[in-house]
Each structure stands twice: as structure tokens, then as C-alpha cells.
């Protein structure tokens, strides 16, 4: 009995210890490990934790654990931090899901949930996913909403709460498209701060009387120390290799709220058409009669000129990548890694073929078969009719890329800065050619122009190359302003002026350039105040269509290239490549319409 009451009374005193002691966390953010520079950093960070006067409970990363989301440098992270702390919580980056085949689902796999919540120290933990698959801009989607929503319900309106996630909620413009719906659902909660890195650099402000504190990269040498003493919160700025800590801020548990008003939503048009589906990532398809879109709930829908549905199918997973529609079949690709083939006509199935890997490439179809890439590194060929496999080639890494068919050739590019040529009927490699100079800068978007012996494709390293189809030797490189550049596009003999092959593509930087294709020669610029990613622009006998990321449309004159139209459509991110149908431009975006713009 005595025994027992000394293991109480030891307990009891332990007990009573730790919840004396001042909770402590340490914040960190963009950690960026799988880099030399950021690897050298991490490293002085571990040991200058060594010489902290006290012992820090919790570590927090912001986002960017990595520099390209590899699935060893996440285990390493883990085995490194493991032991120094008793809890460790990460929010997922941008650079943690871009460059990964498997998306959010290798972070999810080895480092903690994309999102979810943790109650201790008298504070409700948040921590949010803020990413898009493989893409940089920030999106809260709608599951994640909705499951913010319930969390919350559980939570006291007295209980304080602090909010993590990588791309700042209100922050730098709009990092996150629908930023304010995330804020708006904390309306009457004590949110005593929102934590966010991304930025690389130590800055904060207020909005609704509410502390936004972006991190700094851990690459600058900083980290912050999170203190909580009774009803506040300090942070401190340490500085690796200096002892002092150095006082940043306090926060109060339970801030004075004020009335500051949530901007109005971008107003949209008089004329424009829009059609809630549900969120749109991927490019559309169309053909004489309907209009398709693939969504992030997983949805492929039809709709007809008038924006009415004709049919809806659930997949499942998301749709990443435009479907493909030829004669009366719609193939599309899912997250989930399933392949299917529906009727175009009233979207009955006709096949599926489940592959396991993600599809985050649209596919192709050329002579009855299927051409696309996979996130296990594959090309595939697929019957049409059937949806047997035909034949797989791995490349060097995973592609978001379209394949490109001509002369019995399957033309492709990779993540692993590589453009391939493969055999149409058995899928061998007949030649690849090295572009770009790193895993960033390589073809994995910018889908290939075929003009007579050449494949014209832009690379992320700000060049355009000109291979030989026969060879792959680069027959031309042009330079161009941006690293990231949308798809190029082939405008047809309509655009021709000279009698010569004529290619068109746009710049992040909002440039776009057209090139004489036999020999890369530049035919005119023209800089817009916007700036495109994966929407290809696209034209008709008069005009060029572009749509910007951040939802704008503009519409040049072919002839002359000036601006005969220019409109924000959309208060979302844009990535969808547009499709002409009926007289209207019609495009996707991810605040959950199809548009059709006259």
C-alpha cells in the first residue's frame, strides 16, 4: 500500500511540474531540406536548439518541410526531429506537393495529416492546407471548408485558437483565392493569431484586430520561440549562433476584435455566363454538341451551349488533368488513378481502368489509342474501345505534359528535365534530348507544337528549343523572360502571314511571344498586366484568347495584337485551359463556375 501511495505521490509531482512549467513552442518555416544551402542550415539549427536555456515542448513547421517534396528527404526530416520535442506538427507547402507524383498524399503518408487540429496548453491548434496539387498559389477547397466548420462547432466561443498554414490567408495581394471564405468561418471564435511562412522574410499585420505573422525561412538563420504566459502569448526571434533572444511580440488569447469589413468579391460581368459545377483545375474539352469539365469533388459534367447539364458522372478522385473526347467517347483521368471512358453523348460508362497512380497529365488520343502519362513515371497507350493497356515506357521521372503524335512518334517531356520521343505502336524510346538545367526547369506543362520535321516545346529553364522529330537534336533556342511559362500553342495556317510555321506562348511575367517555328526568329511581344500558368491561349481566324491566373480575360486582335477586350471573370485561380464552343469562349475556375464569355 505504501508502495502504491509513493508511485501517486511521484506522479502527482511530476504531473504538477510540467503544468508549471511555461509552455514553449518553436516555429519554424520553410525549412526547403533536399537543398545544399537549406541541409547546412537545418543542420546549425539542431545544434543551436542545443544551447536554448529551457527545453521547448512543441516544434511547428509553416510549410516547405522540402525543397521538391522527395519522399526520402521527408523520412529524413522526421528521423532528425523525432525525440527533440514531445509533439511535432508540420502544415504542407507548396514545394512539398509540386514536384511529388503522389501530390499531398506522400506528405500525408509520412509526415502528419494536410490538415487537422490538437487541443493543449489551454490553446485549439489549427493547422490548414493552403496548397494546390503540383501548382504554387494557395486554395482552401471545399472539403477543407467544411471540415473546418465542424471542427469548430466543438470549439468554445472563450477557447483561444491559433491558425497554421504555409500561403498567408490574408496576405501580399491574394496568395490564397478564397482567403477571406477560410476567415470568415472563425467569425466569433477567439482567434488569437493566423501563423503563415512562404514569404521568406519576418513581417506581420492586423486585419479584424488579428495578428497575420509570416515566419521566416530557416534558410535566413531565424526561428521563433512561442512562449505562453496566463492569458498572452511572446514571441521571441532567435537567431542561430547567437545566444540573446530577442523579443518580437505579444499576442493576446483573446484579441479585440474590431469591425473591419471583408472585401466584395470582384462583380461578376454583364454578359458572362456562369455555371456552378464545383471547383475546376483542369483544362475543358468540347466537341460539336456539349462542353466537359472535370472538378476537384471528382465530378466529370456535361453541359450544353445554353450551360444546362446534360449528364454528371462521380469518379474516384479529382479530376487534375482536361479529359479528351473523340468521336463519342470522353476519357478521363482521375487522382485516384483510374482511367474512364464514357459516352459522349449521355455519359453512360463504357470502361475503366484502375492503374493505381495518379493521372496528373491529360491524355491524347491518336488511331484508336490512348496516350498518357501517370504519377508512377509511365507513359501508357490504351486501347480506345477497350481500355486494355497497350504497352507502358518509364521515363526519368513523372509529366503533366499532353503528349504530341505524328509520323508514328509519341513526343513527351518529364519532370526529370528530359523530352523523349517514343515509338507509337510498342512504346520504346527512339531518342531524348536533355533541356532545362534542374528538376524546376523541365518540360512538364508547356505541351509540344509539331511543325513539319520539328517538336517545339518550352522548358522552365526561360528557353524555347526546336528538336528534330527524326533525331531530337535542338535545331533552335530561343531565351525568354520567365522560368514558367503556360502551354505553347499551335495557331494553324490562319495566323500565318509569311507563308512560315508561326508558335505562340505566354509567360507568368504576363508576356506573350510570338516566334517564327523554322527558326525561332521573334515576331512580335506584347506585355500584359497579368500573368498565365498552365491556360493555354487559344484563336479563331480574328483573335487571340488568354486567360490570366488570377481570373482575367483578354482577347488580342491577331492582326494588329492589341487589346480588343479586357475583363475579370472570376475571383478565383485560373488554370484551365479554354475551349471556343458556340460563339463563347467558355473556362473553369476553382471558386466553383464555367464560364462562358461571348
Not at 250 to 272: D, M, R, W, Y
Not at 501 to 529: C, P, Q, Y
Not at 537 to 562: A, S
Request: proline residues 5%; negative net charge; charged residues 20%.
Amino acid at each position: 500500500m505504501k508502495k502504491v501511495l509513493f508511485l501517486l505521490l511521484v506522479l502527482l509531482t511530476c504531473s504538477v511540474t510540467f503544468a508549471d512549467e511555461p509552455f514553449r513552442a518553436v516555429l519554424i518555416s520553410d525549412s526547403h531540406l533536399g537543398f545544399k544551402k537549406s541541409d547546412e542550415a537545418f543542420a546549425k539549427f539542431l545544434e543551436d536548439l542545443k544551447t536554448l536555456p529551457f527545453t521547448p515542448q512543441v516544434l511547428i513547421n509553416n510549410g516547405d518541410i522540402t525543397e521538391t517534396g522527395a519522399n526520402d528527404v521527408f523520412e529524413r526530416y522526421q528521423k532528425m526531429v523525432t525525440g527533440l520535442f514531445k509533439q511535432s506538427f508540420a502544415v504542407i507547402g507548396n514545394h512539398d506537393t509540386r514536384w511529388n507524383p503522389e501530390g499531398k498524399k506522400a506528405f500525408a503518408e509520412r509526415i502528419n495529416p494536410i490538415y487537422f487540429s490538437k487541443d493543449f496548453a489551454g490553446i485549439h491548434w489549427m493547422f490548414l492546407d493552403s496548397t494546390i496539387e503540383h501548382q504554387t498559389q494557395g486554395h482552401a477547397d471545399f472539403r477543407e471548408l467544411a471540415w473546418i466548420k465542424k471542427d469548430l462547432a466543438d470549439v468554445p466561443p472563450d477557447e483561444p485558437i491559433l491558425v497554421f498554414s504555409h500561403h498567408p490567408f490574408k496576405w501580399r495581394g491574394i496568395s490564397v483565392d478564397n482567403g477571406f471564405d477560410v476567415i470568415k468561418l472563425f467569425s466569433g471564435h477567439d482567434v488569437a493569431a493566423y501563423f503563415n511562412g512562404h514569404g521568406h522574410s519576418l513581417v506581420h499585420l492586423s486585419f479584424q484586430g488579428v495578428p497575420f505573422i509570416e515566419n521566416d525561412a530557416l534558410f535566413h538563420d531565424h526561428y521563433l520561440i512561442l512562449e505562453k504566459n496566463g492569458d498572452q502569448i511572446s514571441l521571441s526571434v532567435k537567431t542561430v549562433g547567437e545566444a540573446e533572444l530577442k523579443p518580437w511580440m505579444t499576442l493576446s488569447l483573446h484579441p479585440q476584435k474590431t469591425a473591419e469589413p471583408f472585401p466584395v468579391n470582384p462583380e461578376i460581368f454583364n454578359g458572362i455566363q456562369a455555371v456552378e459545377v464545383g471547383e475546376i483545375y483542369a483544362g475543358l474539352a468540347s466537341d460539336d454538341h456539349r462542353v466537359y469539365a472535370g472538378t476537384l469533388s471528382g465530378d466529370v459534367i456535361a453541359v450544353d451551349p445554353t450551360g444546362k447539364t446534360v449528364w454528371t458522372k462521380t469518379l474516384d478522385g479529382d479530376v487534375l488533368a482536361a479529359p479528351v473526347v473523340s468521336g463519342n467517347r470522353l476519357v478521363v483521368g482521375t487522382k485516384a488513378g483510374t482511367l474512364y471512358a464514357f459516352k459522349a453523348t449521355d455519359g453512360s460508362a463504357l470502361w475503366k481502368k484502375h492503374q493505381g497512380y495518379p493521372f496528373p497529365a491529360p491524355p491524347v488520343i491518336a488511331d484508336d489509342t490512348i496516350f498518357i502519362g501517370a504519377g508512377d513515371k509511365n507513359v501508357y497507350a490504351y486501347d480506345l474501345k477497350t481500355g486494355q493497356e497497350k504497352w507502358h515506357t518509364p521515363l526519368g521521372n513523372f509529366t503533366e505534359m499532353k503528349p504530341a503524335i505524328q509520323d508514328g512518334k509519341v513526343f513527351i517531356g518529364a519532370w526529370d528535365h528530359t523530352f523523349y520521343a517514343l515509338d507509337e505502336k510498342d512504346g520504346h524510346i527512339i531518342w531524348k534530348t536533355n533541356i532545362g538545367k534542374a528538376m524546376y526547369y523541365s518540360p512538364a506543362v508547356a505541351d509540344p507544337v509539331l511543325s513539319k520535321d520539328l517538336v517545339i516545346v518550352a522548358a522552365k529553364d526561360h528557353f524555347v528549343y526546336a528538336l528534330d522529330q527524326k533525331t531530337g537534336e535542338i535545331r533552335w533556342s530561343k531565351p525568354s523572360n520567365d522560368s514558367f511559362s503556360s502551354p505553347l500553342l499551335n495557331p494553324g495556317d490562319n495566323l500565318l502571314s509569311r507563308g512560315t510555321f508561326d508558335i505562340l506562348f505566354a509567360e507568368v511575367s504576363g508576356r506573350v511571344m510570338a516566334l517564327d517555328g523554322d527558326h525561332g526568329t521573334e515576331l512580335w511581344t506584347k506585355k500584359l498586366n497579368t500573368a498565365f500558368y498552365n491556360a493555354s491561349p487559344v484563336e479563331d481566324d480574328n483573335f487571340i484568347y488568354l486567360v490570366g491566373v488570377n481570373g482575367e480575360y483578354i482577347k488580342l486582335n491577331r492582326k494588329t495584337h492589341e487589346i480588343e477586350d479586357h475583363l475579370k471573370f472570376s475571383p478565383g485561380w485560373t488554370f484551365s485551359t479554354p475551349v471556343l464552343f458556340r460563339g463563347k469562349l467558355w473556362v473553369g475556375s476553382l471558386d466553383g463556375y464555367l464560364y462562358a464569355i461571348p
